[in-house]
Structure formats: C-alpha cells, structure tokens
C-alpha cells in the first residue's frame, strides 16, 4: 500500500467514527420525543453524519428540549 491507500483507509475510518458519533448523540439526546422519532434521527445521523443530526433536531420543536 502506497501513502494514498492509507491516507484514504485512514479518512474513510474516521468518518464512519464521525457518524457513529453523531447517531449516538442523536439515541441519547435529551429531547423528550417517541421512540420510533429517536430511531429515525438516529438512522439519519448514522447514514448522513452532521447533516442529518443537525437537519432532524431543527424539525424538533424546542419546547421538547430541557
């Protein structure tokens, strides 16, 4: 494996990390919403990353925050 290789298995680990990280913020929010909305936050994070953490959260009203 050449420089290049690596640089991309390197990035490629660090995004699925960076999505993991996100889904799981997403299934331990804080956000008082049903069950089947955490999974599908959840599930949008994981596929999307930020975009999709941060695109469902501002569909969440802000009231079902603390």
Known sequence: MNNMDITLVFM????????????????????????????LWSMLSLLMGPLGYYVYQNLIPLEFYE
């Not at 990390?17 to 804080?30: D, E, G, N, P, V």
């Open 12 to 39: 490629l680990i660090a995004l699925l990390i960076l999505h993991i990280h996100f889904c799981y913020r997403a299934f331990t929010s804080k956000a008082h919403i049903k069950n089947a909305q955490r999974i």
